[in-house]
């Protein structure tokens, strides 16, 4: 049974005929810093639910209010109603994503989701229909005798890893089948799925939306994939950034479209332009380069994101872009070369245990500030970029990425345009909860920068 499709009218009554088996509903929403929270209610409840909202305490939320101002109401929406399959709990189960209120029955400024969907709304208005999709890696790992955490798959074959579907060997594909067929279940439609390139490492591409859309199957794809690790094989389905020093990391390349309104037109294509890709399109990655370090505390939020974001690997730290390249920050996919509706970016640096709704709000919002100020991203660097000498690098202009979240948290202070887009309060709130974590994190520092500490583990591996 799929969800509900987003944008017809399909009401109440349907939503209740389609639950009318269930036995209890999860009501879920996401935190400032992008973490799935939520209560479970009985089926019976259900309608006065989505009538009223139902009430929780807004000041033990991270981001939340203050306790002299606890009363907060989460009520669901509609269009997100979804059936969670059998053996995630072994009951019949539906859920819905929810909106965050306060009591006087105002959206609460601090929901991530009503901050990507302010943004979504500024953007039609603007005349701009913005498009969003993501590729999210994950290991599965199993906890060890000695308190670490190795692949479900043996490490040494690393290399041999990507597209394995040797039977007997790819021990992960039939875990990737059941996510699939779950994702399906939950209304989510998959595009292909395949192992990546570290041991027991896994990726699931879903068809693209708008952001709001795409940051809510993003949020419910993490969700199924650890429950189904956890409830049907015993394993730890982990978003870590870097689980382990000298391995390949966990990404979230997310993918930027841009559209008129009206019309329907790509406003990214131009098949005379560069990569096929429109002058419009060129100022809206000109603007990206142009934030890409205060991006990073948001797109990159973790003390473990930086020891991703190194050399020699697929994670880029360079700030540049160009066609095909992997090597670029800002990648222009051109598989099939010419075809308009497939212009589109791929900015790589972002990692899953980023908040999608806060994610694509900034990002977005960097692009057209790229459009609205005409900044020119420079010449396309079609070469590996990581084979260049600091001299080259200097010569081009190509500027790094922060080396640490601290760094990233300091320039996204500074930055006008980030903190806009999520609005002052949340940009604060933000920054603080940020700085805590680093403060946190210095007291385990290792003197190699790069080494993935016995701390970070134990703090981002479930996360």
Same mark, same amino acid.
């Given at each position: 049974?799929?969800?509900?499709?987003?944008?017809?009218?399909q009401n109440v009554e349907l939503c209740f005929k389609l639950m009318k088996n269930a036995e209890h509903v999860l009501l879920?929403?996401?935190?400032?810093?992008?973490?799935?929270?939520?209560?479970?209610?009985?089926?019976?409840?259900?309608?006065?639910?989505?009538?009223?909202?139902?009430?929780?305490?807004?000041?033990?939320?991270?981001?939340?209010?203050?306790?002299?101002?606890?009363?907060?109401?989460?009520?669901?929406?509609?269009?997100?109603?979804?059936?969670?399959? $059998?053996?995630? $709990?072994?009951?019949?189960v539906v859920s819905f994503i929810c909106n965050l209120y306060t009591p006087e029955g105002r959206r609460f400024i601090g929901d991530p989701r009503y901050v990507c969907q302010k943004s979504l709304e500024k953007m039609r208005a603007e005349g701009y229909e913005p498009t969003a999709a993501a590729e999210l890696e994950f290991y599965?790992?199993?906890?060890?005798?000695?308190?670490?955490?190795?692949?479900?798959?043996?490490?040494?074959?690393?290399?041999?890893? $990507?597209?394995?579907?040797?039977?007997?060997?790819?021990?992960t594909e039939n875990f990737r089948l059941d996510l699939t067929n779950a994702l399906f279940t939950m209304g989510i439609e998959v595009e292909r799925e395949h192992h990546e390139v570290g041991a027991a490492q896994n990726e699931i591409t879903f068809k693209y939306s708008d952001p709001v859309a795409t940051s809510d199957n993003i949020m419910r794809y993490k969700f199924a994939a650890k429950a189904i690790a956890d409830r049907k094989y015993g394993w730890i389905a982990t978003f870590m950034p870097k689980p382990w020093f000298g391995k390949p990391g966990n990404g979230?390349?997310?993918?930027?479209?841009?559209?008129?309104?009206?019309?329907?037109?790509n406003l990214f294509y131009d098949k005379n332009g560069y990569a096929h890709l429109s002058q419009k399109c060129r100022y809206f990655i000109g603007g990206i380069l142009e934030h890409a370090r205060a991006l990073c505390a948001v797109v990159a939020p973790t003390v473990n994101s930086y020891k991703r974001l190194v050399p020699g690997y697929e994670a880029p730290v360079y700030i540049t872009w160009s066609k095909k390249n992997r090597s670029a920050l800002i990648r222009v996919p051109e598989y099939f070369p010419g075809k308009e509706n497939e212009a589109r970016i791929e900015f790589r640096c972002p990692d899953p245990l980023c908040n999608p709704y806060l994610a694509y709000t900034a990002v977005f919002?960097?692009?057209?500030?790229?459009?609205?100020?005409?900044?020119?991203?420079?010449?396309p660097v079609d070469v590996n970029v990581y084979h260049l000498n600091e001299a080259k690098l200097k010569e081009l202009g190509i500027k790094v990425l922060p080396s640490s979240l601290k760094e990233a948290l300091e320039e996204w202070a500074s930055d006008d345009v980030c903190v806009r887009a999520l609005g002052r309060e949340n940009a604060e709130k933000y920054l603080e909860l940020k700085m805590q974590e680093w403060r946190e994190y210095e007291a385990h520092m290792p003197e190699n920068k790069n080494e993935v500490t016995w701390w970070e583990q134990q703090k981002y591996i479930y996360a």
């Amino acid at each position: 049974m799929l969800g509900l499709k987003r944008g017809t009218n399909q009401n109440v009554e349907l939503c209740f005929k389609l639950m009318k088996n269930a036995e209890h509903v999860l009501l879920h929403f996401t935190d400032l810093l992008g973490y799935f929270r939520g209560r479970t209610i009985p089926a019976e409840a259900a309608e006065k639910a989505i009538a009223e909202g139902v009430g929780f305490d807004g000041s033990s939320l991270v981001g939340g209010v203050g306790i002299e101002e606890s009363d907060m109401i989460m009520k669901p929406d509609i269009a997100t109603f979804t059936v969670c399959p $059998y053996y995630f $709990y072994d009951k019949s189960v539906v859920s819905f994503i929810c909106n965050l209120y306060t009591p006087e029955g105002r959206r609460f400024i601090g929901d991530p989701r009503y901050v990507c969907q302010k943004s979504l709304e500024k953007m039609r208005a603007e005349g701009y229909e913005p498009t969003a999709a993501a590729e999210l890696e994950f290991y599965l790992v199993q906890k060890a005798p000695d308190g670490s955490f190795q692949p479900v798959e043996n490490h040494l074959l690393d290399k041999q890893r $990507y597209f394995d579907i040797a039977p007997g060997r790819d021990m992960t594909e039939n875990f990737r089948l059941d996510l699939t067929n779950a994702l399906f279940t939950m209304g989510i439609e998959v595009e292909r799925e395949h192992h990546e390139v570290g041991a027991a490492q896994n990726e699931i591409t879903f068809k693209y939306s708008d952001p709001v859309a795409t940051s809510d199957n993003i949020m419910r794809y993490k969700f199924a994939a650890k429950a189904i690790a956890d409830r049907k094989y015993g394993w730890i389905a982990t978003f870590m950034p870097k689980p382990w020093f000298g391995k390949p990391g966990n990404g979230m390349h997310i993918h930027l479209g841009l559209f008129d309104v009206k019309t329907g037109k790509n406003l990214f294509y131009d098949k005379n332009g560069y990569a096929h890709l429109s002058q419009k399109c060129r100022y809206f990655i000109g603007g990206i380069l142009e934030h890409a370090r205060a991006l990073c505390a948001v797109v990159a939020p973790t003390v473990n994101s930086y020891k991703r974001l190194v050399p020699g690997y697929e994670a880029p730290v360079y700030i540049t872009w160009s066609k095909k390249n992997r090597s670029a920050l800002i990648r222009v996919p051109e598989y099939f070369p010419g075809k308009e509706n497939e212009a589109r970016i791929e900015f790589r640096c972002p990692d899953p245990l980023c908040n999608p709704y806060l994610a694509y709000t900034a990002v977005f919002e960097a692009g057209l500030d790229g459009i609205k100020k005409k900044i020119e991203p420079g010449d396309p660097v079609d070469v590996n970029v990581y084979h260049l000498n600091e001299a080259k690098l200097k010569e081009l202009g190509i500027k790094v990425l922060p080396s640490s979240l601290k760094e990233a948290l300091e320039e996204w202070a500074s930055d006008d345009v980030c903190v806009r887009a999520l609005g002052r309060e949340n940009a604060e709130k933000y920054l603080e909860l940020k700085m805590q974590e680093w403060r946190e994190y210095e007291a385990h520092m290792p003197e190699n920068k790069n080494e993935v500490t016995w701390w970070e583990q134990q703090k981002y591996i479930y996360a």
